[in-house]
């Protein structure tokens, strides 16, 4: 079992930059592929990124390629998502997920509650 805290959302402007933290409890979360998504309003929760155990595999959407940066401090329990050069379109809630199994699945068993982001222009 893993239990997912996200923070770091706010408000910022297009062009800035903002991270994005992840807080994991549970005995195994060094196992876990640990991931982030979004969801804007009256869309569908959309992938972007995801990290492997040992942090050598990554896996992003190619609509966040090149801004978005995941990484992880498993000696903090804690799964980042550096984003800049922040766009408007960028504004959705952001969730924290966690699975074991391969980055390139996207079939995740546990989430946190997110993170509202919104990017003004």
């Known amino acids: 079992q893993v239990q997912l805290v996200e923070s770091g959302g706010g408000l910022v402007q297009a062009g800035e930059s903002l991270r994005l933290s992840c807080a994991a409890s549970g005995r195994t979360y060094s196992s876990y592929v640990m991931g982030w998504f979004r969801q804007a309003p009256g869309k569908e929760r959309e992938f972007l990124a995801a990290?492997?155990?040992?942090?050598?595999?990554?896996d992003y959407a190619d609509s966040v390629k090149g801004r978005f940066t995941i990484s992880r401090d498993t000696a903090k329990n804690t799964v980042y998502l550096q984003m800049n050069s922040l766009k408007t379109e960028d504004t959705a809630a952001y969730y924290c997920a966690a699975k074991l199994g391969s980055v390139t699945s996207r079939r995740y068993g546990y989430w946190g509650q997110g993170t509202q982001v919104t990017v003004s222009s």
């Open positions: 990290i492997a155990y040992n942090s050598v595999n990554t």
